[in-house]
């Protein structure tokens, strides 16, 4: 009974070890992070796939005199992102929170997620490319 108690734990450890291991933290743009004029959706497909718990962390600097404000939204549906329509979407990082460190968001749910700048009445997702679509798949241990 006592090696079987301390198989299952052991199983247990192991399994929570790989789970953990699995999440990742991204920086979202690489060296560029979060900012006006830089390709999010063709960075996206370059660095997927993305797993379920990874981290995306967001960074920009706060609007001061000579940089313009950012902020991070989760758009509800494809149309929505397609149309940079921001009326049913979802603040996650407002004008201040990539500063420093930045942000993280955790991708806990298997479906798309749909992120955009909406700054500028819209402008930074329709004509500076701030918007991008990540669906992450079940973590693995395949990762090397």
């Known amino acids: 009974m006592g090696i079987m108690r301390l198989g299952a734990i052991v199983l247990v450890i192991v399994s929570m070890l790989a789970a953990s291991e699995a999440a990742t933290s991204i920086l979202v743009g690489g060296s560029q992070h979060w900012k006006f004029g830089f390709n ?24 001061n005199s000579t940089t313009h404000a950012h902020s991070v939204y989760l758009l509800k ?5 397609l149309a940079c329509d921001f009326k049913k979407a979802q603040m996650v990082g407002n004008v201040t929170d990539g500063g420093g460190q930045g942000f993280e968001f955790v991708l806990k749910k298997r479906k798309p ?17 701030m918007k991008f679509i990540v669906t992450p798949v079940k973590p693995c241990t395949c990762r090397g």
């Open 77 to 81: 549906s494809l149309r929505a992102f």
């Open 40 to 63: 999010y959706s063709d960075w996206a497909l370059k660095t997927a796939p993305f797993y379920e718990n990874d981290k995306l962390v967001f960074m920009y600097d706060p609007p």
């Open 113 to 129: 997620h749909y992120f955009a700048c909406a700054e500028r009445g819209g402008l930074h997702c329709t004509l500076g490319l």
